[in-house]
T-cell receptor, first 109, second 121 residues
Framework: EIVMTQSPATLSVSPGERATLSCRAS??????LAWYQQRPGQALTLLIY???TRATGVPARFRGSGSGTEFTLTISSLQSEDFAVYYC???????????FGRGTKLEIK | QVQLVESGGGVVQPGRSLTLSCAAS????????MHWVRQAPGKGLEWLTI????????YFADSVRGRFTISRDNSKNTLYLQMDSLRPEDTAVYYC??????WGSGYFDLWGRGTLVTVSS
């Protein structure tokens, strides 16, 4: 099983500043990685797929990068609605044995 | 409105069965693969199963293979998860999620809000 490790578990950032979230895979997943956002009480929403492609309607302040085993989600100029939990998800395996990170909670500093 | 709405969760005794439903709206349900994912209390997300757009292909995680069954009724725009031989460790919020493609693109472009299943005597 590919283990996805997200860091930090909690990140405190002030509105208007930049947040950098990390996700590490236990083996090479090429660029088969997605990022999701979950606001309290809301459904998860797709932000990024294929490591760096923004999903439809996702603001340009969200940027995904990385390949292989190291990935980053950068959110520039944080807005109030960005404070949420973020999950990374690898889909490099077939038959599917998809795995997720434990999440990073982005909170207001 | 494009959405997925899960239902059918509740409290069930160990060893019993439960069936979850996921009602889809706002998109052409019969064209897309569908998944179930769960999140146990204090744990991360765990992918469980996928069905292809027509229900002809399915895969399961090792943790639920042989106990859980995924199915769909495209005439009713509904996805199902039948869970048998439930264990306390199956306690979780269960989410349905839409695949980007008809079969196993890998990522999910629409999620429901989930339904809580508690397995306890």
């Amino acid at each position: 099983e590919i283990v996805m490790t997200q860091s930090p578990a909690t990140l405190s950032v002030s509105p208007g500043e930049r947040a950098t979230l990390s996700c590490r895979a236990s083996q090479n997943i090429i660029n088969n990685l997605a990022w999701y956002q979950q606001r309290p009480g809301q459904a998860l929403t797709l932000l990024i797929y294929d490591a760096s492609t923004r999903a439809t309607g996702v603001p340009a302040r969200f940027r995904g990068s990385g390949s292989g085993t190291e990935f980053t989600l950068t959110i520039s100029s944080l807005q109030s609605e960005d404070f949420a939990v973020y999950y990374c998800h690898q889909y490099n395996t077939w038959p599917p044995k998809y795995t997720f990170g434990r999440g990073t909670k982005l909170e207001i500093k | 409105q494009v959405q997925l709405v899960e239902s059918g969760g509740g409290v069930v005794q160990p060893g019993r069965s439960l069936t979850l439903s996921c009602a889809a709206s706002g998109f052409t349900f019969r064209s897309y693969g569908m998944h179930w994912v769960r999140q146990a209390p204090g744990k991360g997300l765990e992918w469980l199963t996928i069905t292809s757009y027509d229900g002809s292909n399915k895969y399961f995680a090792d943790s639920v293979r042989g106990r859980f069954t995924i199915s769909r009724d495209n005439s009713k725009n509904t996805l199902y998860l039948q869970m048998d031989s439930l264990r306390p460790e199956d306690t979780a919020v269960y989410y349905c999620a839409k695949d980007r493609a008809h079969w196993g693109s890998g990522y999910f472009d629409l999620w429901g809000r989930g339904t809580l299943v508690t397995v306890s005597s």
